[in-house]
Nanobody, 126 residues
Framework: QLQLVESGGGLVQPGGSLRLSCVAS????????VGWFRQAPGKEREGVSCISAYNDNTYYSDSVKGRFTISRDNTKNTVYLLMNTLKPEDTAVYYC???????????????????WGQGTQVTVSS
């Protein structure tokens, strides 16, 4: 049974950095493309980044390109999202999930078993 635990969020000043972690149990993330998504208050959830299965190609939304970096450590069954130069508009609950699809379609949010973890809150504010 897939379980996901996101962590690493918190309150940070604009321009600061955070590294989010996504640990899975019951599924090997290595065999899936894995996406990071976020949902800001009053807004729909959106795709932020994705890392492909096997070749680790990476994808980023235009709003985070150049500031965020996705990576994985298969020995820890963990996917990371390093977030630099954070902006107030990055404030959201961040979720990760292995995908049913490739990263090409990650923005469609077709996640494995339609399962979402609890997410981790990121607040960017002075």
């Amino acid at each position: 049974q897939l379980q996901l635990v996101e962590s690493g969020g918190g309150l940070v000043q604009p321009g600061g950095s955070l590294r989010l972690s996504c640990v899975a149990s019951g599924w090997s993330l290595e065999q899936s493309s894995v996406g990071w998504f976020r949902q800001a208050p009053g807004k729909e959830r959106e795709g932020v980044s994705c890392i492909s299965a096997y070749n680790d190609n990476t994808y980023y939304s235009d709003s985070v390109k150049g500031r965020f970096t996705i990576s994985r450590d298969n020995t820890k069954n963990t996917v990371y999202l390093l977030m630099n130069t954070l902006k107030p508009e990055d404030t959201a609950v961040y979720y990760c999930a292995p995908l049913k699809t490739t990263c090409t379609y990650y923005e469609q949010q077709l996640v494995l078993y339609d399962y979402w973890g609890q997410g981790t809150q990121v607040t960017v504010s002075s």
